[in-house]
């Protein structure tokens, strides 16, 4: 190349170092872009984006035309340097030797290492411009891309390796719930939290959430009808469970609406209420929520009890407390149930054992251990593995609290300390 000046000779040596740091960022940038990001700008017509889609659907023609740029890029710019440090300096091994570590040194930072942290730095602005460019090369060198690529899937298959697929992969349940939760600086936080209820509700069941048997308001068919109109007329729900003798036999559960009218009418009896009665609805305690839910929905359903593997009563789950795992508390069965949980200036509260351990996570923002014992009561029993007496200490998963009540070999108040 003597016919050609130094300077024309080193230009050329620029042009092509840019061209291969193009190529470098292309390829970064590319593969780097988030594609549910890409997706949605497609989805709302971006044309760059629905490009940049089409390319990554054809992974192994898209990687095709970039390398093959790259690498004959970087060979014409390792050749051209031999042929400059000749000009320079003659066929000296020295010379050559030099001009190839000059050579390597550019190229790396320039075109390689540059290039390619810009890229991944700027994945999704710059896939979307890229696709403009790399869409036409794809179409000029298809022919030679289309024979590279036939060998590839050659040696691939010859290696029994699955070749490139042209689907995204879907994300599980647990990578959904990582991407919110490093999301939430972009999501008001009432949002985000219900985003990662929703994800956590498949692993929750109506165990977890039930209001347990000491707590359910019920009435007792065989108990005098004055204390059953008092006990309609104080009640905050509007359906009740109905037992007969034994708290734990259901036989059914009444609508309050239709019980109220018979009352102020003056028909209220024992016959009127027995007909009265709905057909009680039970749910094995390992039920998951989220299915509960739906079946919930889907049958038209709003209350459920909860039986062990023995059919005996632990509890009562409606579609309201499945919800409220979810958005939060937005109804209240008993005026002032949950205002009295919360911190005295001592840093202390008063909590009835038979509370459950989620609701006391929720409102005060402790960790207590949710895995065993689904109320205080249950998880003092359980890690004292025995009856305290009043005014025994304790500390679980670093929350001190203090035995205040006792009835029935069973806790009925604790004092907690704020962690």
């Given at each position: 190349m003597?016919?050609?000046p130094?300077s024309?000779?080193?230009?050329a040596?620029?042009?092509?170092?840019?061209?291969?740091?193009?190529?470098?960022?292309?390829e970064?940038?590319?593969?780097?872009?988030n594609?549910?990001?890409?997706?949605?700008?497609?989805?709302?017509g971006?044309?760059g984006?629905?490009?940049a889609m089409?390319?990554?659907?054809?992974?192994?023609?898209?990687?095709?035309?970039?390398?093959?740029?790259?690498?004959?890029?970087?060979?014409?710019?390792?050749?051209l340097?031999?042929?400059?440090?000749?000009?320079?300096?003659g066929?000296?091994?020295w010379?050559l030797?030099?001009?190839?570590?000059?050579?390597?040194?550019?190229?790396?930072?320039?075109s390689?290492?540059?290039?390619?942290?810009?890229?991944?730095a700027?994945a999704?602005?710059?896939?979307?411009?890229?696709?403009?460019?790399?869409?036409?090369?794809?179409?000029?060198?298809?022919?030679?891309?289309?024979?590279?690529?036939?060998?590839?899937?050659?040696?691939?298959?010859?290696l029994?390796?699955?070749?490139?697929?042209?689907?995204?992969?879907?994300?599980?349940?647990?990578?959904?719930?990582?991407?919110?939760?490093e999301?939430?600086?972009?999501?008001?936080?009432?949002?985000?939290?219900?985003?990662?209820?929703?994800?956590d509700?498949?692993?929750?069941?109506?165990?977890?959430i039930m209001?347990?048997?000491?707590e359910?308001?019920s009435?007792?068919?065989?108990?005098?009808l004055?204390?059953?109109a008092d006990?309609?007329?104080?009640?905050?729900?509007?359906?009740?469970?109905?037992?007969?003798?034994?708290?734990?036999?259901?036989?059914?559960?009444i609508?309050?609406?239709?019980?109220?009218?018979?009352?102020?009418?003056?028909?209220?009896?024992?016959?009127?209420?027995?007909?009265?009665?709905?057909?009680?609805?039970?749910?094995?305690?390992?039920?998951?929520?989220?299915?509960?839910?739906?079946?919930?929905?889907?049958?038209?359903?709003?209350?459920?009890?909860?039986?062990?593997?023995?059919?005996?009563?632990?509890?009562?789950?409606?579609?309201?407390?499945?919800?409220e795992?979810?958005?939060?508390k937005?109804?209240?069965?008993?005026?002032?149930?949950?205002?009295?949980?919360?911190?005295?200036?001592?840093?202390?509260?008063?909590?009835?054992?038979?509370?459950?351990?989620?609701?006391?996570?929720?409102?005060?923002?402790?960790a207590?251990?949710?895995?065993?014992?689904?109320?205080?009561?249950?998880?003092?029993?359980?890690?004292?593995?025995?009856?305290?007496?009043?005014?025994?200490?304790?500390?679980?998963?670093?929350?001190?609290?203090?035995?205040i009540?006792?009835?029935?070999?069973?806790?009925k108040?604790?004092?907690?300390?704020?962690?």
């Amino acid at each position: 190349m003597a016919e050609y000046p130094l300077s024309a000779l080193s230009i050329a040596l620029v042009v092509l170092l840019i061209l291969s740091g193009f190529f470098s960022m292309a390829e970064t940038s590319m593969m780097a872009a988030n594609r549910y990001r890409l997706r949605h700008l497609a989805s709302q017509g971006h044309r760059g984006a629905r490009l940049a889609m089409e390319l990554l659907a054809s992974t192994d023609k898209m990687l095709g035309v970039i390398l093959l740029g790259n690498n004959l890029l970087n060979a014409a710019a390792a050749t051209l340097v031999s042929v400059i440090a000749i000009e320079l300096f003659g066929e000296e091994e020295w010379a050559l030797a030099a001009g190839t570590l000059f050579v390597t040194f550019v190229i790396l930072v320039f075109s390689e290492i540059t290039p390619k942290v810009i890229g991944a730095a700027n994945a999704d602005r710059l896939a979307v411009i890229l696709a403009f460019l790399i869409w036409p090369l794809l179409r000029i060198t298809y022919p030679l891309v289309w024979f590279v690529n036939l060998f590839v899937g050659g040696l691939l298959r010859l290696l029994r390796l699955k070749p490139i697929g042209n689907e995204t992969a879907g994300l599980t349940t647990e990578e959904l719930r990582s991407v919110v939760l490093e999301s939430s600086h972009f999501l008001p936080g009432a949002h985000s939290e219900i985003l990662i209820n929703l994800l956590d509700l498949e692993h929750i069941t109506v165990e977890d959430i039930m209001t347990p048997r000491g707590e359910i308001e019920s009435i007792n068919i065989a108990a005098p009808l004055d204390e059953i109109a008092d006990k309609l007329a104080t009640s905050f729900h509007t359906r009740l469970p109905v037992f007969e003798g034994d708290p734990g036999n259901i036989i059914g559960v009444i609508h309050m609406r239709r019980m109220v009218g018979m009352a102020l009418g003056g028909t209220l009896n024992h016959e009127a209420l027995r007909q009265d009665i709905a057909e009680p609805y039970f749910i094995p305690a390992e039920t998951p929520a989220y299915d509960q839910l739906r079946f919930f929905r889907e049958n038209r359903q709003r209350l459920g009890l909860v039986v062990d593997e023995y059919g005996e009563l632990l509890g009562l789950v409606t579609i309201e407390d499945i919800v409220e795992e979810v958005v939060g508390k937005f109804t209240t069965s008993m005026p002032g149930s949950e205002t009295a949980y919360c911190w005295d200036n001592a840093g202390a509260v008063l909590v009835d054992g038979s509370s459950s351990l989620r609701k006391i996570n929720r409102l005060l923002g402790t960790a207590l251990p949710v895995d065993g014992p689904k109320t205080l009561n249950g998880l003092i029993l359980e890690h004292l593995r025995d009856i305290p007496e009043i005014g025994v200490g304790l500390r679980i998963n670093g929350v001190a609290m203090e035995i205040i009540q006792t009835e029935n070999r069973r806790i009925k108040m604790v004092k907690i300390y704020r962690p």
